[in-house]
């Protein structure tokens, strides 16, 4: 059971390089969600996909985009990598319906230097 | 505006007494869910309860209780009899059912005492 799988699992940046980070789910769930966790922060939502073809921004989208790739794909792109950007990553898909949780990612732990 | 709020950064609890972890929400929509998940040291999210907006009764999950006051806006998680191992950090978060978008609180640590 893979569930919801994230790559890498970690990542070193310099400040102004990009990077994508992938996200992908075997569980034919329509929503995806994008989250950063910061400390004393909780987990803020930076974009979602209610569904194929469709994305919306978060409370943090500045300095990210995203693409849903497909059903099982939701990747986020970092154009140009800030120290601000320092954080780990989770990415999260649910099913339709109203009583479904988010099924979570490992995470991707992203240090920008 | 859709928003989440934990009030408690942190808590200490004895072993075997029972703890409650406040959180209050807010929404325009009128069909929503709530949800509280564990996260531990090792960093993984995991699922512990789901109470709908319309939902008659409080959501329980073995140890693990939903103290849903819709009126008030709150839904605090109850675990009674708190174990060594429920020490950890614990999100509430809520789900809009009309676009799908989840959100999450600022956590609360939890720290169980022997």
């Known amino acids: 059971n893979a569930g919801v799988t994230q790559t890498p699992k970690f990542q070193v940046l310099k400040t102004g390089q990009s990077m994508t980070l992938q996200c992908a789910q075997d569980?034919?769930?329509?929503?995806m969600y994008w989250y950063r966790q910061d400390p004393g922060m909780g987990l803020r939502l930076i974009y979602y996909?209610?569904?194929?073809?469709?994305?919306d921004k978060g409370e943090v989208p500045n300095g990210y985009n995203v693409s849903r790739l497909n059903k099982r794909e939701f990747s986020l792109r970092l154009e140009s990598a800030a120290p601000s950007q320092t954080s780990v990553y989770f990415c999260?898909?649910?099913?339709?319906?109203?009583?479904?949780?988010?099924?979570f990612g490992q995470g991707t732990r992203l240090t920008v230097v | 505006a859709q928003k989440i709020t934990q009030t408690q950064p942190g808590m200490f609890v004895q072993e075997k007494e029972a703890v409650t972890l406040d959180c209050t929400y807010d929404?325009?929509?009128?069909?929503?869910?709530l949800f509280w998940y564990k996260q531990p040291s090792s960093g993984e999210m995991i699922f512990l309860i789901y109470?709908?907006?319309?939902?008659?009764q409080n959501a329980t999950e073995g140890r693990y209780s939903l103290n849903f006051q819709k009126a008030r806006k709150s839904a605090n998680l109850v675990i009674s009899a708190s174990q060594l191992g429920d020490s950890a950090m614990y999100f509430c978060?809520?789900?809009?059912?009309?676009?799908?978008?989840?959100?999450f609180g600022k956590g609360t640590r939890l720290h169980i005492l022997p």
């Open positions: 929404t325009s929509d009128p069909s929503y869910g």
């Open positions: 996909s209610a569904s194929e073809g469709t994305t």
């Open positions: 999260a898909s649910s099913a339709p319906g109203k009583n479904t949780e988010a099924f």
């Open positions: 978060a809520m789900r809009q059912n009309r676009d799908d978008k989840i959100i």
């Open positions: 569980m034919n769930h329509n929503s």
């Open positions: 109470q709908g907006s319309y939902d008659q």
